[in-house]
């Protein structure tokens, strides 16, 4: 019982930092075939150039592993930015003094946050037809993210940040 327990609380907390994905795609447009891409050649990621490299390597292996290849020519053009939001932290210590008789009570209570502020990651993948130039699929995805991580902690969570990115494509209709 006591396990059960403990995997039940390792799985809550796990799943809180799992990164949360939004999926948005053109229903016109036939999927089947696309399978030439391109990095999008007016790229604007707003990641440091480190971050920048390291999601263009897991990008090109994820899309090969897709099934994608480069091509001069491609069917879509891969776009992607990011942003970076701080949220208040969610932890707090209340502390509170009371007192009373008879029927009166009173009392005087208050929070103080425990750490400081919570930095979250929004990744924005875009799939644009190359021909057209129109956005044809978009995933966006939310994770926390620690700017003071080593590279390799870094890299870990902008390819775990992909994979549920490109768990969404091709759309299901």
Not at 21 to 44: E, H, M, R, S, W
Not at 67 to 93: H, K, L, Q, W
Not at 96 to 121: A, D, H, K, Q
Request: net charge negative; with cysteine.
């Amino acid at each position: 019982m006591k396990i059960f327990k403990s995997l039940c609380l390792f799985l809550l907390i796990a799943s809180c930092n799992a990164p949360q994905a939004v999926y948005d795609y053109d229903q016109k447009v036939q999927f089947v075939g696309i399978d030439t891409y391109q990095i999008y050649p007016n790229l604007v990621s707003r990641l440091s150039h480190l971050d920048e490299q390291r999601l263009l390597s897991i990008l090109t292996s994820q899309m090969a592993a897709k099934g994608f290849t480069t091509a001069e020519s491609p069917d879509i053009y891969v776009n992607f930015y990011a942003s970076e939001y701080e949220t208040p932290s969610r932890s707090n210590v209340g502390i509170g003094v009371g007192g009373g008789g008879g029927n009166v009570g009173v009392g005087v209570s208050g929070g103080f946050p425990i750490g400081g502020n919570e930095t979250y990651l929004r990744l924005t993948l875009d799939f644009i037809d190359a021909k057209n130039d129109s956005l044809i699929w978009q995933a966006v995805v939310e994770s926390s993210f620690n700017k003071n991580a080593s590279p390799q902690d870094r890299e870990a969570q902008l390819k775990d940040m992909v994979d549920k990115a490109l768990k969404g494509y091709p759309p299901k209709k």
